[in-house]
């Protein structure tokens, strides 16, 4: 287990070789059927994790102005960055027309016209994919569905055909395709089994080979399991990537693009905090943590369930807890009743899976301290960190492993 002693808690720390795995294994996955991958990074922006991910190849997509920069400081190349959200500023794109990025995933018809209007302004053509909502049921969180008709992304199929015309009468727009995401945590393969069929249907109806469509982008949304994340670390890239394979039936030469998230970086990260109180309520006890909703904040906003255990008290008797944090609401809860080997003020607590959504989610609210991250290797700390280190950013860590 970790030993931990003189860090300041709460804070987060990363396994850097349960990172590099996940990502050679969702290269190895992607590359067996041509599929590119670009990194979502609005699930972890921590500039020692994009920097590794960006050196395995991967494109990233952005979804504000500043991720775009962000991106290219971190060495992921122009063209290989797409841009979606369905708020995007006038500023943030001039910004990305000046970077000259791959991709602008486009979501509604009037964001279309400002950015036709922009780039003749400067002169210059955008790439442009239309995002389409295609009413798929994504069988997940109501706050992370994306893909049905009553949610705010993309453009309904009803104004596809006429942001289809716009693109291809505009001489200051490039049609590159069509693009799609329809939520988050799925670890059911149906949905996007469904997408696939959606996919198929709006290509023909819609006559998008005909168009000169060059890219399919399908977006992320893999799960990975916060039930058991040590005995899962690893979400089933293959199984992903093998529904898309044997389901769509696009043209052989259109490029097919994913935009992952969650599922590279979810697993390499824990929130360690210790506890601060404990309290007898009337039917259980509570456990307060020096960590809240500040750092994790996907349990208030998502009701997600995080895999918590003492590392302090591996094996002692187990009592049920509600472990809080010190924020003034009462949804700053990890979990109600978990099941944990006797706790005392002192203990230091691991909070699993926090690698996506939780630091890039951090909160200031009460005041919060900003919590620092760590990172674990249990070969040499990469020479990327140590290039980050001299630039001035989170310092990297030994910590020393026993057992
Ligand atoms: C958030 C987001 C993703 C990544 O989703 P994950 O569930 O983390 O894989 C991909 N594409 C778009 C457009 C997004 O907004």
Redesign the pocket.
Known sequence: MYTTSGIKTPYYLYDLDILHNTLTMAVNAASAHGYQI?Y?I??NHNPIITRIISEYGMGA?C?SGNEVSEALHRGFPTEKI?Y??VGKGDEEILQALANDIFCF?VESLEELQVIDELAGQQGTIARVAL?VNPDVYANTHKY?T?GLEENK?GIQRSQLREALDFCLQSDRLDFMGL?F?I????TDMMPFEKLCERVNEIWEEFEISATGARIL?L?????VNYADPVNNAYPDFESFFNVFARHLKIPQHVDVH?????????QCGSLITRVLYTKKGVQKDFVVTDAGMTELMRPSLYQALHKIENLTNLNGEESQYDVVGPVCESSDVFGKNVNLPETRRGDLLAIRSCG??AESMMLRYNMRTRAKSHFLSKGEISTVCHKEQRNGFAKPIRVSMSN
Do not use: C, P
């Not at 977006?219 to 799960?223: A, F, K, M, W």
């Open positions: 670009h979502a609005k699930a997509d979804v797409v979606a959200g995933n995002r992370i994306t992304f693009h995401h939520g988050s945590q799925i982008n977006g992320g949304g893999l799960g994913f935009e992952l998230g969650r599922s590279l970086v979810a996506a959504y």
